[in-house]
C-alpha cells in the first residue's frame, strides 16, 4: 500500500500521568545521585536538591496566582537553576514558551505577542533586549525575572526558589489528561518567515522521551543546545527520566570547551550538529582527547556530509554515531540506531506511521520521491492561537505535512530531498537543493556549502 508502520512498543513511562508527577517520584527514589553538573562554576546538584528546588519553585510560581491557561516565557540559557524552574513550571501545569537567549527584537517580541505570557523569565546578558520585545508585544504587563542578576532594580529569578515552610508537605498534583495538558510551546524552525508557537502536550513529551534510547543507558549527556532547540528541550526531559547527568554550561559552543568537557567528564553520550562536528574535526586539538568513554554522539539538525560522519566515527574506539531526523511538532521519528545506509536518515522509530505522497495525495510506493507525512501515538497538537496552520498542517486523516521531499527504498530506509518549497527548476526539472550540496561537499577543501533559492527579478 506504501503505508510504512514502524513497530509498536509501550511506553515505559505512563502517558497517562503528568511529566511533573513521573519525574518528582523518580529523582525521590535516587536522592543522592548527582543529576546535573554545571561545568562553569564546578558545582553539582543531586535528584534530592533538585526535587526541592522544583518543588520550592511550584509553590512559589502557584502562590503568583498562575494557573493551566497562562503562559510563562523563557529567554534563557542553560544555568544552574534553570532546571527545577522549569521543573516547577510542569508540576504545576503552567506551559512555557522557550525562546532562543540570542533572539533579535523582531523574533523574541513575534513569539510575546502569539502567547501574551504573565510571566517572562530572561538573563542578565538578554535583559534590556526582552524588556524591549515586552513592551512592544505583551498587552497586559508580565512579572519579569532574571536569572543570575547583580542588579538591584529587577526581580530574581532565584527568589521564586525560596524555601516555603510547606516542602515536607507537597504532592505533585493530577493535572488531568496528559493528552489534553499543554506543556511546552515551542518555536518552529521559521523556514518560512516568523516561528510558530508548537503545542507539546504532556503525553506528548513522555511518550517521545520514554520512545528514544529507553535501552540504552548513559551515565552522561553534553548538548550545548539550550531549551530553545527540540534536541536541549529532549535532553533535559530525559536526564530527569533516565537519571542521567547533565552537563550544563551558559557559554554557546566552541570547539575548545568541547574538548576541556570531553577530557574533564566521562561523557558517554554527545550531542552535535554536523556544523560543530565540522569545527571541532579541523580543530588541532581533535587527535589529543580520549574519545574511549563515548558510547554514542548524535547527529541532528541539518544535512550530515558522509565525510563528516566518517571522520568522527574513526575517532571513536568503543561508540558509534547516529545520524537523527524529526522536527518540533512530532518529535524524532527516524534514527540509524541499528543499521546505517551512507546519506539515509534511517528507518522509523517506534510508534511511528508515514507515507510518502505526491501532490494529489496519492501514496508513493519504494523508490518514489514525494511529500513525506507521519502519525505519531501521540496526535499533533496544532499551533498556538493559529487555527489556520494547525489546520494546513495535517491532511484529511490527521496525517502531519513535514513539509520534506524524501522516499523510502525497498529494505525501509528513509532517504531526505530537500524541502518541498526550496525545490528548483530546471528546464522544468525539480532539483533538490540538497543533491546539488552533497556534490559540493565532495569536492576536496569544501567545508560547508548551503544552496539558497532567490526569485528571478523580471
Excluded at 535583559?127 to 532574571?146: D, F, G, N, R, S
Amino acid at each position: 500500500s506504501g503505508l510504512r508502520r514502524s513497530p509498536r512498543q509501550p511506553c515505559v513511562f505512563n502517558p497517562e500521568c503528568n511529566y511533573g508527577q513521573i519525574v518528582m517520584n523518580l529523582l525521590e527514589r535516587s536522592p543522592d545521585k548527582v543529576i546535573q553538573i554545571d561545568v562553569d562554576t564546578g558545582r553539582s546538584m543531586t535528584s534530592g536538591e533538585m526535587r526541592l528546588r522544583a518543588i520550592r519553585a511550584a509553590q512559589n510560581l502557584k502562590a503568583l496566582g498562575l494557573g493551566k491557561s497562562d503562559m510563562v516565557a523563557m529567554a534563557c540559557a542553560n544555568s544552574e537553576n534553570l532546571v527545577p524552574m522549569v521543573l516547577g513550571l510542569l508540576i504545576d501545569g503552567i506551559p512555557f514558551n522557550p525562546l532562543a537567549p540570542s533572539y533579535g527584537l523582531d523574533d523574541m517580541a513575534h513569539m510575546m505577542a502569539i502567547t501574551q505570557p504573565k510571566v517572562v523569565f530572561c538573563d542578565a546578558s538578554n535583559y534590556e533586549l526582552t524588556m524591549k520585545a515586552v513592551e512592544l508585544a505583551i498587552k497586559i504587563k508580565p512579572l519579569v525575572y532574571v536569572f543570575e542578576s547583580q542588579l538591584e532594580h529587577v526581580n530574581k529569578a532565584e527568589d521564586l526558589l525560596k524555601e516555603t515552610g510547606r516542602e515536607q508537605m507537597f504532592a505533585p498534583p493530577y493535572l488531568g489528561d496528559s493528552r489534553r495538558q499543554l506543556a511546552v510551546v515551542m518555536c518552529s524552525s521559521g523556514t518560512t518567515g516568523f516561528p510558530k508557537g508548537v503545542c507539546l502536550t504532556h503525553a506528548q513529551l513522555i511518550a517521545t522521551a520514554g520512545g528514544m534510547f529507553a535501552s540504552f543507558k548513559f551515565n552522561y549527556y553534553l548538548n550545548f543546545s539550550s531549551l530553545y532547540w527540540v534536541s536541549g528541550l529532549y535532553t533535559m526531559i530525559m536526564s530527569l527520566l533516565y537519571g542521567t547527568t547533565r552537563l550544563v554550561t551558559r557559554s554557546p559552543f566552541d570547539a575548545d570547551l568541547c574538548f576541556d568537557l570531553l577530557e574533564k567528564y566521562p561523557v558517554d553520550y554527545i550531542f552535535t550538529p554536523p556544523s560543530y562536528a565540522n569545527m571541532l574535526l579541523v580543530h588541532p586539538r581533535l587527535k589529543n582527547v580520549n574519545y574511549s568513554n563515548i558510547k554514542l554522539w548524535a547527529f541532528g539538525g541539518s544535512f550530515l556530509p558522509p565525510k563528516i560522519r566518517d571522520s568522527i566515527a574513526a575517532l571513536l574506539p568503543n561508540g558509534r554515531t547516529l545520524n537523527g531526523y524529526g522536527n518540533s511538532e512530532v518529535g524524532a521519528f527516524a534514527m540509524d540506531i541499528l543499521e546505517q545506509k551512507p546519506l539515509s536518515v534511517g528507518t522509523l522509530m517506534t510508534n511511528i506511521k508515514a507515507k510518502i505522497v505526491d501532490d494529489d495525495g496519492e501514496v508513493l510506493g519504494n523508490g518514489e520521491q514525494g511529500e513525506l507525512l507521519v502519525k505519531f501515538s501521540e496526535d499533533f497538537s496544532g499551533y498556538y492561537n493559529n487555527t489556520k496552520a494547525s489546520a494546513e498542517s495535517v491532511d484529511t486523516e490527521g496525517w502531519f505535512r513535514t513539509g520534506d521531499i524524501a522516499y523510502f527504498d525497498e529494505e525501509g530506509f528513509l532517504f531526505l530531498v530537500d524541502r518541498k518549497k526550496d525545490l528548483l527548476k530546471f528546464r522544468n526539472y525539480q532539483i533538490a537543493p540538497a543533491d546539488l550540496e552533497s556534490l559540493i561537499c565532495k569536492i576536496d577543501g569544501v567545508k560547508e556549502v548551503e544552496i539558497d533559492k532567490k526569485k528571478k527579478k523580471k
